[in-house]
């Protein structure tokens, strides 16, 4: 039988890279994607930067935006649900939302309605979905949506670009 090398991601300062005893771990480790997705499920608040909160249930891309925003500056918050999202806001009110619109409990357009229009709160949230209809946009915008992305559609450094365009303005 081959013998297949594991490398196990593993948080250090400055970002991700291989642990050193990566190869002892081979059969029992998670996947890297696995990993990176374990480190950043209760990602806290970090960075000194304007404070950004993600509402998506997918571990590992919750965990890679919020890794990335936390490299290029931004305190970031990343949480698994609607619930977890309003939690944080009664301590902290975040310059900017990502949110995903389909999440367990309450999904994102319920959100949307509470934050925008029933707390009549004024952050941007940008709307990051794999659900693309018309109708559905038009629901998001609707609703206090400032802009919409189909997650399928756009990388990780087009949203950080849209929300350094919002925030610079």
Partial sequence: MKNNKVIVLGKKKGGFSPSPDSSKKALSSPSPKKKLAEDQTNFPVSGDGKKVL???????????????????????KAVRNVEEGFNFMRRTIPDIILLDLVLPGMNGFDFLQEVKQKRKLSMPIIVLSNLGSRDDIDTAKSLGAMDFMIKANVAPAQIIDKVNEILSW
């Fill in 54 to 76: 993600i509402v998506e249930d997918d571990d590992f891309l919750r965990g890679l935006l919020a890794h990335n925003m936390s490299n290029v500056g931004y305190s970031v």
